[in-house]
């Protein structure tokens, strides 16, 4: 099973700066790759980024250049820096793991709550 527990949400002016974590509690679940999406009111959930091997990592056009993912492996947190942040940015973020219990298994998709990211002009 996987427990993903998020921090680091807030309000911040446009232009300014925000770092989300992701603590990740796993155990029996093997991961294929880790990453970080939102989900504007009454939009889709979206991909931000994905990591799926130490120095690989996937970005949205609307975030690359300005956001980026990194894991610690030590402590098991992944995190996502944002910068230059606007208004478009704003959205729940949440993270995930994709993971499988066995080589054979089907990849089943972890989520956390959710951390709220409110950018103000």
């Known amino acids: 099973q996987v427990q993903l527990v998020e921090s680091g949400g807030g309000l911040v002016q446009a232009g300014g700066s925000l770092r989300l974590s992701c603590v990740a509690f796993?155990?029996?679940?093997?991961?294929?790759?880790m990453g970080w999406y939102r989900q504007a009111p009454g939009k889709q959930r979206e991909l931000v980024a994905t990591l799926i091997r130490e120095g690989v990592a996937n970005y949205a056009d609307s975030v690359k250049d300005r956001f980026t993912i990194s894991r610690d492996n030590v402590k098991n947190i992944m995190y996502l820096q944002m910068n230059s942040l606007n208004l478009e940015d704003t959205a729940v973020y949440y993270c995930?793991?994709?993971?499988?219990?066995?080589?054979?298994?089907?990849?089943?998709?972890?989520w956390g709550q959710g951390t709220q990211v409110t950018v103000s002009s």
């Open positions: 995930n793991v994709r993971g499988r219990t066995s080589l054979f298994s089907p990849a089943v998709d972890y």
């Open positions: 796993r155990s029996g679940v093997s991961v294929d790759s």
